[in-house]
Structures are given as C-alpha cells and as structure tokens.
C-alpha cells in the first residue's frame, strides 16, 4: 500500500461549490504540506502543518483552508471554488528531523 | 531570495544516449537540494539528494547529479537513457530546519525518442 494517499485522484466540479481533497499517510510523520501545480510551473506551496495543533499559511492560501484532524490526515478545502484552481494537487510529508518530503499521487481537480 | 531555474523547458534524447538536465540555484544559506521525477499521471518520486560531502551523488534508476558551488548549480546526468525515463524533471532547494520551504523549478520534459 501506499505511504501517502489522496482521494479523490480527480474530480470535476462547478464554480461556487465547496471542495475537499483528502490526505493520509501511514508513514507516522508529523509534518504535512499541500502544493498546486500548474502548467509550465513548478509547485507552490499552500498550507503546512507541524502538528495538528499547528497549520500554516504558504505562498498561494487564498481560497484555500486546511484541517488536520489526526496526524495522519491532512485535509484542503476549496470554500468556492473558481476557475483558475484548475490544477494538479499534492500532499506531502516529512518527519521531524528528516531531509526529505514524500508526496502522494496527486489530485487532478478541474473548476468548469 | 530563493529560486530555481531549470532552463530547458523540453529535451529530446536518444534512447541509449546521454543526459544532462541544468538545474540553478539562489539560496542563501548551505542549500539541501533535490531532484525528483513525475512520470505520467504519478506523484513525484525522489530521485536523490544532496546536503554535504562528496558534490558528486548517486540515486535510483542510475541517476546522478554533481553539486557545483561555484556555479550554484546542481545538474542531473544519466549515462544512458531507456524509454522509460521519459517523464518530468523537477528540481529543488530548501532547508533542514523548521518546516523546510521547498522552492521547485518549473520542471523540464524529457522525451526519448527511438
């Protein structure tokens, strides 16, 4: 099974509807990260998270929330969501101390 | 301010040629820095690394990559390419502290040709 999953893997929604991509990890890491990538781009980091009592804003969090509800879930929210976070989504994951992210399989999301 | 450029945008190799993708740098302190791949509707996979020592480092699938300080580069290097390398190359540089900002390249995209 995988480390780092993300459901859904895609998802086509309307403009103005709520939004939830869904992240767990089984490799016991306390710190989680959302990323949007775009075409032509590299990621850019939305929220992250040291604990589940900590949560961060990254460079791109407008239109975007986070929840972590256990240490193995990290969740992004979409609270209307518009056109332009058309996009590829990832999770990813570090252990304290660790030098290295691990990134789940991504979420395709398209807003018509 | 930290940055990456991977110039090449796509590169066409040969199957069974060499590679060599650029990767530069701007980082203001000792740089902790990656290569990942995202094969066709994967997630990124970790290809190697480098924070110290020897600036010439090995990683999967017979990759490597040479850390250049002086030219703040961090190219990476396949002595022979197979058709399943085709995918995207991303580069990236960061920290080892607190949460670890990872700043990425734009990527480049390999194609293999026959």
């Known amino acids: 099974d995988a480390d780092v999953t993300q459901t859904p893997r895609n998802r086509i929604t309307k403009t103005g509807k709520r939004i939830m991509l869904e992240c767990s990890q089984t490799?016991?890491?306390?710190?989680m990260y959302w990323y949007r990538q775009d075409p032509g781009l590299g990621l850019q980091l939305i929220y992250y998270s040291f604990d589940v009592k900590d949560i961060n804003k990254g460079e791109i969090s407008d239109g975007y929330s986070v929840s972590r509800q256990a240490q193995a879930k990290f969740s992004l929210s979409l609270e209307s969501a518009i056109p332009n976070q058309t996009a590829l989504y990832f999770c990813?994951?570090?252990?304290?101390?660790?030098?290295?992210?691990?990134f789940g399989p991504g979420t395709r999301l398209t807003v018509l | 301010a930290q940055s990456v450029t991977q110039p090449d945008i796509h590169i066409t190799v040969s199957e069974g040629a060499s590679l060599e993708l650029r990767c530069n740098y701007s980082?203001?302190?000792?740089?902790?820095l990656f290569w990942y791949v995202q094969s066709p509707g994967q997630g990124l996979q970790l290809l190697l690394k480098?924070?110290?020592?020897?600036?010439l480092v090995q990683g999967i699938k017979g990759f490597e990559a040479e850390f250049k300080r002086s030219q703040s580069s961090f190219n990476l290097r396949k002595p022979s390419v197979h058709w399943s390398d085709a995918a995207e190359y991303f580069c990236?540089?960061?920290?080892?502290?607190?949460?670890?900002?990872?700043?990425f390249g734009t990527g480049t995209r390999l194609l293999v040709s026959p």
């Open positions: 480098y924070f110290s020592g020897d600036t």
């Open positions: 980082y203001g302190a000792t740089p902790y």
């Open positions: 990236a540089v960061g920290g080892n502290t607190g949460f670890q900002k990872l700043v």
């Open positions: 990813a994951t570090r252990g304290q101390g660790a030098d290295t992210q691990y």
């Open positions: 490799k016991g890491h306390d710190r």
